[in-house]
């Protein structure tokens, strides 16, 4: 039988299948479709200090290689997240890791604290969406750091930090919000992009960007981990693209020790478990007993 637990820092995973935040609903919907099972960790969407109404619709359009989404993180607020989604959460038995956003460090540290009270096991430090107004936490080492160390010493729970794949050095960003107490990084987010009606002219999402997803991503954030891993010792959940078991093994080979879905959900709302069978192929074929193997060669 092959090992799929890995060790991400301080926190172990029974699979190496996360689920990216956003693209599974508050996770508590989804738990009614999908084969919880499948995955090591669930994150929740985002969730700021005080209630975002997100971007006007049209906010999503199909790509030909992907998705293009201009949400821009309507969420409830930490408030009433911890007393209306919260508890819903509280009856699932797989890891439940909470995203955490806000416009400065000390909005960050506060919705870490909620999650902290709800009993998440993890807080992953969201510095990159693009459908925000400002400039992404994610393009500046300094920036990142302080958002990062404000949520490291207001709770205890192991912490994620979520870069961009738009950052101009992203090793240089990875290093400083490891460097101020991340346990890992989640590489990526989504990339800044946009679709144009050819025929109006007018960008398909309303707010005239959004972030890409889906396939196109993938090699840009593979890129990414492969860059990150070869100059840091940090454990990597890649995020890109991934639709296969195969894909996992690709992360896995560019240094990542799991990974998550997302776009793959909208479409396939069961994948993970068929992404776990062909997992378990590739490392039959390739003969090892398990990812860690994988991981340490
Ligand atoms: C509709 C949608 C909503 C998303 N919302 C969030 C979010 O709230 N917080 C976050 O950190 N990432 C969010 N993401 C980004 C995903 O978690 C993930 O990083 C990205 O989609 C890349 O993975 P994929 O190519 O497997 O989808 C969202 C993505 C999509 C498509």
Redesign the pocket.
Known sequence: MIDLGVDLGPVRLSTPLVA????FGSVVEFAEVADLRAYGAL?V??VAPEPWPGNPPPR?APLEA??L?A?G?Q?PGIDRWVEEVAPELARLDVPVWG?A?AHDPVGFATVAEGFADAGLAAV?V?L??PNLDGELFALDPAASAEVVARVRSAVDLPVGV?LSPDASDVVAVAEAVVEAGADWL?L???ARGTAVDPRSGEPLVARGAG?I???A??PI?LGCVRRVAEHLDVPIVG?????TGRHVLEYLRAGARAV?????H?EHPRAALRILRELRRELRRLGVAGIGDLVAS
């Open positions: 990216a935040s956003g693209t994150t969407k985002s999503l992907g998705m989404n949400i993180i969420n995203s956003v992953e969201n990159s969406c979520k989640v990526t987010n989504t972030g997803s889906g396939t991503l993938r954030a995020c890109g693209g991934v639709s998550a879905l997302g776009t793959v909208f």
